[in-house]
């Protein structure tokens, strides 16, 4: 073999090895919103990601300063774009819950997210109603919350009416005469504190208490405490604020009772009113976000043996495969007032490429205002955002809209263009659904370069309780009259420590459109298909070159003493083949490719925290993968340790070993380390580096490579 020819066929398998070890850097992001929400049960943070994800479990259960979400991708028209690790993304300013942070990590060995809070939190983890975003409640704090209303006198709902004729069981019938006494006294309480005779309201609520558990009850406990607070028993107030917080850590009254509890100084609690009730919400502005800039590096070495006429040459290969710059900025403004809630966001990354002949690429992921009207039930939004359901595929540009409770009836409309990083002319859309309680139903329609891509009607269905979540979806394709889409999934919870998770999930991949005839074409456009062939015969070549994808899996997760939680997961999948495709050079003549058959895996973690330091993590995980072409295994073990509230290193190890239908052997082996320092919770620094070692051995060709990456950046916090 001369060396002109060896040194070609060493290029390509140079080039293949590269892109098998370096990171793809032109990722997705896939953190889309964090949003802060006061309900009956606490505050609760939902944490939106760009498409759609499958909840598995979280560690730790209940508290710490760091929480971990494991998660799968589910199947989606982008699951197969590559997601990107250390996306960050920042809380929005809260006085009653700890600050905290949004990660994303490990995306291509085991998805999670991390959240790191200011100081130790408590808190439940569940997924969304919907399918792409989970729901972490946090119990408000006891430090003192921004300035809210106290009102200076109670407002007594009122009693609750029995409908003429209604009969009433023995234990109803009690609880509405416990009402009828609690709601006098609520009147006799608060008659006394307008006339400033605080011992008698003392008296009143007291009289309240108690009476059995009423409608009452928890009014009467935070009032008692102002009763005293007015009456200058500071010590008997700040008991009675206690229990308030301790019998109703999630109630809505929880910021009243914590600002009182502040005022407890000795001064006259009048000092501290905001007198009006009846006041409208005041109008506020906050902006809020983060700006950061990261440098990374990474240089392998490649060397590859081959063996020709039983004589071995070896060529060594070293090249600096990323050298670049990547700056993100998350920046989100919001207007509240009695009425309206507004937002503006912006969200957009600029990466500055060194290597030469290698671009620098501008995106913004996110830039739209938003309105809702609270007391019409109303939102607008527009410009560039996610998706969330109604058959849109993807982020798009362009306005999103509704009307009514989703509850009772809510109409939802949305026009626009997809925006997510494509090729060729971006296919534009308009679509309407309706929301009613646990079902949607939907219709979209969406057009490409003046011919229709994709016409389709859907349902979607959602199961949300305590221990039981449920989501299900059919997308029907009306273009191709063919069935686009199925999944159902969901999660039980059978115990407090021992949770199931599920999913089955049918569908086109990629999912069906018009534009699916351009795979293996010599053009980018639909338009110069459109100058040989017909609409109908784009839409045959298309469907010829979709496949099917079935996928099920079930999973478990069970809590054990001693801080420690083991999960598992089995998963089965089949991709079927497609037909030989293509009669022209433009159209691209594709041969037929055969079914991947039964893909099955099996994965296993133990996790454990406070180990060594109070607030480490510890987990390790294997999995066992086998298919039509290859089986292999795998091994992770991770580390997270935090030394006060300033540093945290992360360290990881993992082992992938794999062989093939040729009985070709891959082992790869990569430990990373990873280190950042917080300062005064607005500004952090952070480092990681690795090392990646991969070998492939086969019957003529053996090749080794080696890795080293690093990373280092900035975070500015506001």
Request: no cysteine; charged share 20%; proline share 3%.
């Amino acid at each position: 073999m001369n060396n002109q020819s060896w040194m070609k066929r060493m290029t390509g398998v140079a080039g293949l090895f590269m892109l098998f070890a370096q990171p793809i850097t032109a990722t997705a992001l896939p953190l889309d919103d964090v949003q802060l929400e006061y309900r009956t049960d606490g505050i609760v943070a939902t944490i939106r990601m760009t498409s759609p994800v499958k909840y598995k479990s979280h560690f730790p259960e209940r508290n710490g300063n760091t929480l971990e979400i494991f998660y799968d991708r589910t199947p989606a028209v982008k699951a197969d774009e590559v997601w990107s690790d250390n996306e960050v993304r920042k809380s929005p300013p809260s006085g009653l819950i700890p600050s905290f942070t949004v990660t994303t990590r490990d995306q291509k060995t085991k998805p999670k997210l991390v959240i790191e809070f200011s100081r130790e939190a408590s808190f439940s983890v569940s997924p969304g109603k919907d399918n792409q975003s989970f729901l972490i409640t946090i119990r408000p704090d006891r430090q003192q919350a921004a300035p809210v209303e106290l009102p200076a006198l109670p407002l007594i709902k009122p009693e609750a009416v029995v409908p003429a004729g209604k009969v009433l069981s023995t234990e109803e019938a009690n609880l509405a005469d416990n009402n009828k006494q609690a709601h006098a006294l609520m009147v006799q309480g608060r008659d006394a504190l307008a006339a400033k005779n605080n011992e008698a309201a003392v008296e009143a609520f007291n009289k309240l208490l108690l009476l059995p558990p009423n409608d009452y009850t928890e009014s009467g406990q935070e009032w008692v405490g102002v009763a005293r607070q007015r009456a200058g028993q500071f010590d008997k107030a700040k008991t009675e604020f206690d229990l308030y917080l301790n019998l109703y850590p999630q109630s809505e009254g929880v910021p009243r009772v914590m600002q009182r509890l502040a005022n407890l100084d000795g001064k006259n609690e009048a000092d501290a009113i905001v007198e009006g009730a009846e006041k409208k919400r005041a109008e506020r502005f906050m902006a809020f976000g983060s700006v950061s800039s990261h440098y990374y590096f990474g240089r392998s070495k490649i060397d590859s043996t081959q063996t020709f006429n039983n004589a071995p040459e070896t060529l060594t290969f070293s090249l600096t495969d990323q050298n670049m710059m990547i700056n993100t900025e998350d920046v989100s403004g919001r207007y509240v007032n009695d009425e309206y809630d507004g937002r503006l966001v912006f969200r957009a990354s600029n990466t500055l490429n060194f290597l030469s002949k290698k671009s620098n690429q501008n995106r913004v992921s996110a830039v739209y205002g938003e309105i809702k009207n609270r007391k019409q039930d109303y939102m607008l939004r527009v410009g560039r955002q996610s998706a969330y359901g109604g058959g849109v595929m993807g982020r798009f540009d362009g306005v999103a809209g509704s009307y009514g409770d989703a509850q009772s009836l809510r109409v939802n409309g949305v026009a626009g263009a997809l925006s997510d990083y494509s090729q060729g002319t971006m296919p534009t859309f308009f679509g309407a659904s309706v929301d009613s309680g646990a079902f949607s139903v939907y219709g979209i329609n969406q057009s490409v370069s003046g011919i229709l891509d994709r016409r389709a009607v859907g349902t979607e269905w959602r199961y949300f309780e305590d221990k039981t979540t449920a989501f299900a979806m059919v997308d029907y394709d009306a273009n191709f009259n063919a069935l686009n889409a199925t999944q159902l999934m969901g999660s039980y919870s059978i115990s407090d420590a021992v949770a199931v998770n599920f999913m089955a999930d049918r569908r086109r991949t990629p999912s069906l459109s018009i534009r699916n005839a351009l795979n293996g074409a010599a053009t980018s456009s639909v338009n110069d298909l459109l100058q040989a062939s017909s609409a109908s015969s784009l839409r045959s070549l298309a469907l010829a070159r979709t496949a099917t994808s079935t996928l099920a899996q079930m999973g478990a997760s069970m809590a054990l003493k001693d801080n420690w939680q083991v999960s598992g997961d089995v998963r089965v999948s089949n991709t079927t083949g497609t037909a030989a495709s293509g009669a022209t050079a433009l159209e691209g003549i594709l041969i037929a490719t055969p079914s991947r058959g039964a893909e099955k895996s099996v994965t296993a973690q133990l996790i454990g925290s406070g180990k060594v330091l109070a607030n480490d993590i510890w987990s390790a995980s294997t999995s066992y993968n086998t298919g039509g072409t290859v089986k292999g295994y795998s091994i992770f073990m991770y580390n997270h340790n935090q030394f006060g509230n300033a540093w945290m290193v992360d360290t990881s190890f993992q082992l992938y070993r794999q062989t093939d239908q040729f009985g070709g052997v891959t082992t790869r082996t990569s430990p990373t380390i990873r280190g950042s320092y917080r300062m005064q919770e607005q500004f952090s620094f952070d480092m990681d580096m690795g090392y990646e070692s991969a070998k492939s051995s086969g019957t003529q060709v053996s090749v080794k490579t080696s890795r080293f990456f690093t990373s280092a950046g900035v975070r500015w916090d506001f």
